[in-house]
């Protein structure tokens, strides 16, 4: 089902790093969340998703730009299952009872796993302390216990930018961006590989010209709730 006439043609959300990266810093953003995953070795909710996000500058193209869950996946793909009625991947989740569970619901009443097991939940840790402690703002169990049930994370971001011509010897920011465009050469030579984010900045420019398919349940469901 195409949605091709209900797009205006924009640019659309774009993140704060990518936002910098196209005044040529290089970026990194973390933020906390709700309490959802569980720290390694543990079975109860303490940190957020706790995503983190980093941005290249590219000279004459979009930004390369990544951003990525701490936990093994988005809770929004967990969400997507449990409105889908198919059960999740092993690994993704525990129960309230602390198993390990393919059970969407139990998934989200119990707590999600980090990926990469103690890898993950230490990059969870370091941006619940870049997003919480070091700003002043809370952690993802403190906005929990917050919330007034919209559910909505009230916690802080950390953002970080960095002047290549600052760190190039001679200030030659023009040496670092072309270093940079070696190495993603090299990437780019083999057959199947990409760069991130190539296909979101494809993608957005496409949309404004030939709009988005989604599937036809999910258009019902939301004519759905805006005529609720």
């Not at 409105?83 to 998934?107: Q, R, V």
């Not at 070091?134 to 906005?143: I, K, M, P, R, T």
């Not at 929990?144 to 049930?149: E, I, L, S, V």
């Not at 950390?158 to 002047?163: E, G, R, S, T």
Request: a negative charge.
């Amino acid at each position: 089902m195409s949605l091709g006439g209900a797009l205006e043609a924009g640019r659309g959300v774009v993140p704060e790093d990518a936002l910098l990266a196209e005044k040529g810093f290089v970026a990194f953003a973390f933020t906390a969340a709700m309490a959802y995953v569980a720290p390694a070795g543990g079975t109860k909710p303490l940190y957020g998703t706790n995503p983190m996000a980093f941005a290249w500058p590219r000279r004459g193209r979009p930004p390369l730009v990544f951003d990525q869950a701490s936990s093994v996946t988005a809770r929004g793909e967990i969400l997507v299952h449990l409105h889908d009625g198919k059960p999740i991947p092993e690994g993704w989740a525990i129960g309230p009872d602390g198993t390990p569970t393919t059970d969407p619901e139990a998934a989200l009443a119990g707590a999600q796993l980090t990926f990469g097991g103690h890898k993950g939940a230490a990059i969870a840790l370091m941006v619940e302390l870049l997003a919480g402690a070091l700003v002043g703002d809370v952690f993802s169990y403190e906005a929990t216990a917050r919330d007034t049930g919209t559910g909505a994370p009230c916690g802080g971001e950390f953002l970080m930018a960095i002047d290549p011509a600052r760190c190039a010897p001679g200030g030659d920011a023009g040496a670092v961006m072309e270093h940079a465009e070696q190495l993603f050469s090299k990437i780019l030579e083999q057959d199947g590989a990409r760069l991130p984010s190539d296909r979101r900045f494809a993608a957005r420019a496409r949309t404004p010209r030939d709009g988005i398919h989604i599937p036809r349940s999910l258009h019902e469901s939301i004519t759905e709730m805006a005529a609720a």
